[in-house]
C-alpha cells in the first residue's frame, strides 16, 4: 500500500479546511450558472486573468479599483462559485463586519488570520507552520 500524503491526512483533521470545504456543491453550481452568462466583458476579463493565475497556481496579486456599484462584488461571487464547485478553498475577507458579509462566505480579515487589533506599520503577523491556520493557507487557491 502507498504512504498517506501527510499534508492529505492533516487536512481532514483540519475544523478550518474542512469548515471551508463544507459548501453544497449544488447549490453553487446553481449559483455558477446563474451568474455565468451575465458578466459584462471587463468583468469577464478580470475574472479569466484572475482565474488564470489560479488555475497554474502562479500566485499572482491583483487590484481590482472600481466605483461604487460597478459589479466588483459580482465578480468575486463567480470567482469564489468557480473555486468552490471545483472542490477548492477560496477565502473571501473584507476590513469591516459589514463589507465581509457582502462576499460570500466572507469573514473579517482580523478575524481570519486573527490578525493583532492593534495595528502599526511595525506590526509583524507570526504564524507556527504547524497551525491549522497554517494548513488552511497552503490549501487556499485564492484569498480575495
Ligand atoms: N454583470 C452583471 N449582471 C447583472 N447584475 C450585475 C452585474 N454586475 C453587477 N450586477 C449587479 O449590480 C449591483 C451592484 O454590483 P456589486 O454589488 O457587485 O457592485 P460593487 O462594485 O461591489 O459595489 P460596492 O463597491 O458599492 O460594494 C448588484 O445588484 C449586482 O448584482
Redesign the pocket.
Known amino acids: 500500500m502507498p504512504y498517506r500524503d501527510v499534508e492529505s491526512v492533516s487536512s481532514s483533521n483540519n475544523r478550518l479546511i474542512t469548515e471551508e470545504l463544507d459548501y453544497d456543491i449544488l447549490i453553487i453550481k446553481n449559483e455558477f450558472d446563474r451568474i455565468f452568462l451575465?458578466?459584462?466583458n471587463e468583468?469577464r476579463h478580470i475574472f479569466l486573468d484572475i482565474m488564470s493565475d489560479v488555475k497554474e497556481n502562479k500566485g499572482g496579486v491583483f487590484f481590482v479599483y472600481?466605483?461604487?456599484?460597478?459589479?466588483?462584488?459580482?465578480?468575486?461571487?463567480r470567482i469564489s462559485t468557480t473555486i468552490r464547485s471545483d472542490g477548492h478553498i477560496v477565502l473571501n475577507v473584507a476590513l469591516s463586519g459589514i463589507?465581509s458579509s457582502?462576499l460570500p462566505g466572507g469573514r473579517t480579515t482580523h478575524s481570519r488570520f486573527i490578525l493583532p487589533f492593534e495595528l502599526t506599520e511595525d506590526s509583524v503577523w507570526k504564524i507556527n507552520p504547524d497551525d491549522e491556520l497554517a494548513s488552511l493557507l497552503r490549501r487556499t487557491s485564492l484569498i480575495i
Do not use: E, H, R
Open positions: 451575465s458578466l459584462t468583468q472600481g466605483y461604487g456599484g460597478t459589479g466588483k462584488n459580482f465578480v468575486w461571487k463589507a457582502l
